[in-house]
Protein backbone atom coordinates (compact mmCIF):
# COMPACT_ATOMS: atom_id res chain seq x y z
CA UNK A 1 0.00 0.00 0.00
CA UNK A 2 1.18 3.20 -0.39
CA UNK A 3 1.56 5.22 2.67
CA UNK A 4 2.07 8.80 3.41
CA UNK A 5 4.54 9.86 6.79
CA UNK A 6 4.99 12.59 8.66
CA UNK A 7 5.45 14.70 12.03
CA UNK A 8 6.98 17.31 14.44
CA UNK A 9 10.04 17.26 16.23
CA UNK A 10 9.60 15.42 19.15
CA UNK A 11 8.11 12.47 16.74
CA UNK A 12 11.53 11.38 14.83
CA UNK A 13 12.33 8.24 16.65
CA UNK A 14 8.98 7.21 16.95
CA UNK A 15 8.36 7.91 13.02
CA UNK A 16 11.38 6.35 11.70
CA UNK A 17 10.15 2.85 13.64
CA UNK A 18 7.08 2.91 12.06
CA UNK A 19 8.70 3.58 8.32
CA UNK A 20 10.60 0.79 8.95
CA UNK A 21 8.23 -1.70 10.29
CA UNK A 22 6.15 -0.54 7.04
CA UNK A 23 9.13 -0.97 4.98
CA UNK A 24 9.94 -4.03 6.53
CA UNK A 25 5.46 -5.14 5.68
CA UNK A 26 5.99 -4.41 2.15
CA UNK A 27 4.50 -1.26 1.82
CA UNK A 28 5.63 1.97 -0.12
CA UNK A 29 6.38 5.20 2.56
CA UNK A 30 7.15 8.27 1.56
CA UNK A 31 8.30 10.14 4.56
CA UNK A 32 7.51 13.80 4.39
CA UNK A 33 9.49 15.07 7.19
CA UNK A 34 11.00 16.72 9.47
CA UNK A 35 13.48 15.14 10.14
CA UNK A 36 15.66 16.84 13.05
CA UNK A 37 14.68 17.86 16.03
CA UNK A 38 14.94 21.73 15.51
CA UNK A 39 11.28 23.14 16.52
CA UNK A 40 8.34 22.62 13.58
CA UNK A 41 4.67 23.24 13.79
CA UNK A 42 2.62 19.86 13.74
CA UNK A 43 -0.21 21.64 11.35
CA UNK A 44 2.61 21.98 8.49
CA UNK A 45 2.99 18.03 8.53
CA UNK A 46 -0.61 17.28 9.07
CA UNK A 47 -2.01 19.37 6.28
CA UNK A 48 1.17 17.99 3.82
CA UNK A 49 0.10 13.95 4.87
CA UNK A 50 -3.47 14.94 4.23
CA UNK A 51 -3.00 16.64 0.86
CA UNK A 52 -1.25 13.59 -0.26
CA UNK A 53 -3.77 11.27 1.15
CA UNK A 54 -6.93 13.13 -0.28
CA UNK A 55 -5.38 13.40 -3.60
CA UNK A 56 -5.42 9.59 -3.94
CA UNK A 57 -1.55 9.50 -4.43
CA UNK A 58 -1.22 7.66 -1.05
CA UNK A 59 -3.84 5.24 0.23
CA UNK A 60 -2.95 5.81 3.51
CA UNK A 61 -1.69 8.58 6.02
CA UNK A 62 -0.01 8.57 9.91
CA UNK A 63 0.87 11.53 11.34
CA UNK A 64 3.04 11.66 15.02
CA UNK A 65 2.99 15.28 17.18
CA UNK A 66 3.52 14.66 20.93
CA UNK A 67 -0.07 13.81 21.93
CA UNK A 68 -1.28 12.87 18.31
CA UNK A 69 -4.24 15.47 18.87
CA UNK A 70 -3.20 18.82 17.03
CA UNK A 71 -2.14 16.93 14.50
CA UNK A 72 -5.11 15.23 13.69
CA UNK A 73 -6.96 18.20 14.46
CA UNK A 74 -4.96 19.43 11.07
CA UNK A 75 -5.11 16.44 9.36
CA UNK A 76 -9.03 16.22 9.64
CA UNK A 77 -9.24 20.09 8.47
CA UNK A 78 -8.47 18.81 4.55
CA UNK A 79 -11.52 17.42 2.44
CA UNK A 80 -11.71 13.77 2.32
CA UNK A 81 -9.83 12.60 5.31
CA UNK A 82 -10.94 11.00 8.09
CA UNK A 83 -7.90 10.73 10.71
CA UNK A 84 -8.08 9.18 13.93
CA UNK A 85 -5.83 9.66 17.07
CA UNK A 86 -5.18 6.17 18.40
CA UNK A 87 -3.36 5.21 21.78
CA UNK A 88 -4.46 1.44 22.01
CA UNK A 89 -5.16 -1.55 19.49
CA UNK A 90 -8.69 -1.96 20.12
CA UNK A 91 -9.43 1.59 18.27
CA UNK A 92 -6.78 1.24 16.14
CA UNK A 93 -9.34 -1.66 14.59
CA UNK A 94 -12.73 -0.17 15.80
CA UNK A 95 -11.50 3.17 13.64
CA UNK A 96 -10.62 1.54 10.48
CA UNK A 97 -13.75 -0.49 10.47
CA UNK A 98 -16.51 1.52 11.64
CA UNK A 99 -14.93 4.92 10.49
CA UNK A 100 -12.98 3.84 7.29
CA UNK A 101 -10.34 5.98 8.75
CA UNK A 102 -7.40 6.62 6.56
CA UNK A 103 -5.16 8.89 8.18
CA UNK A 104 -3.82 7.62 11.66
CA UNK A 105 -1.99 9.85 14.65
CA UNK A 106 0.29 8.80 17.17
CA UNK A 107 1.70 10.42 20.04
CA UNK A 108 4.88 10.15 21.01
CA UNK A 109 4.73 11.47 24.32
CA UNK A 110 1.33 9.67 25.34
CA UNK A 111 2.32 6.23 23.89
CA UNK A 112 4.93 4.02 24.13
CA UNK A 113 6.70 2.75 20.90
CA UNK A 114 5.58 -0.78 21.83
CA UNK A 115 2.27 -0.24 21.65
CA UNK A 116 2.55 2.36 18.71
CA UNK A 117 3.76 -0.17 16.57
CA UNK A 118 1.39 -2.81 17.64
CA UNK A 119 -1.68 -0.22 16.71
CA UNK A 120 -0.01 0.33 13.05
CA UNK A 121 -0.10 -2.70 12.34
CA UNK A 122 -3.44 -3.57 13.46
CA UNK A 123 -4.41 -0.40 11.69
CA UNK A 124 -2.75 -1.38 8.47
CA UNK A 125 -4.39 -4.90 8.34
CA UNK A 126 -8.19 -4.08 9.51
CA UNK A 127 -10.65 -3.35 6.09
CA UNK A 128 -12.93 -0.96 6.74
CA UNK A 129 -16.58 -2.83 7.34
CA UNK A 130 -19.29 -2.87 4.21
CA UNK A 131 -21.86 -3.29 6.74
CA UNK A 132 -24.99 -1.05 5.45
CA UNK A 133 -24.70 0.94 9.03
CA UNK A 134 -21.28 1.81 9.57
CA UNK A 135 -21.25 2.83 5.53
CA UNK A 136 -23.88 5.14 5.93
CA UNK A 137 -22.33 6.70 9.24
CA UNK A 138 -19.28 7.36 7.06
CA UNK A 139 -21.29 9.02 4.08
CA UNK A 140 -22.76 10.96 6.77
CA UNK A 141 -19.91 12.30 7.66
CA UNK A 142 -19.06 13.36 3.74
CA UNK A 143 -22.41 14.75 4.21
CA UNK A 144 -20.89 17.08 6.67
CA UNK A 145 -18.13 17.75 4.83
CA UNK A 146 -20.26 18.46 1.66
CA UNK A 147 -22.55 21.03 3.59
CA UNK A 148 -19.26 23.05 5.65
CA UNK A 149 -16.52 22.89 2.74
CA UNK A 150 -16.79 25.33 0.61
C1 LIG B 1 4.68 20.44 20.27
O1 LIG B 1 5.36 20.90 21.37
C2 LIG B 1 3.37 19.80 20.72
O2 LIG B 1 2.47 20.79 21.06
C3 LIG B 1 2.83 18.94 19.62
O3 LIG B 1 3.75 17.92 19.35
C4 LIG B 1 1.52 18.22 19.86
O4 LIG B 1 1.54 17.51 21.07
C5 LIG B 1 0.31 19.00 19.72
O5 LIG B 1 -0.83 18.50 19.81
Given at each position: MKVAIGGDHGTIEMKKAVYDLLVKDGHDVKDFGT????PVDYPDFGQTVAEAVASGEFERGIVFCGTGVGISIAANKVKGIRCAQVGDVFTAKATRSH???NMLALGSRNTGLGVALEIVKAWMETEASTDERHVRRVNKISAIEEKYFK
Open positions: FTDENNS
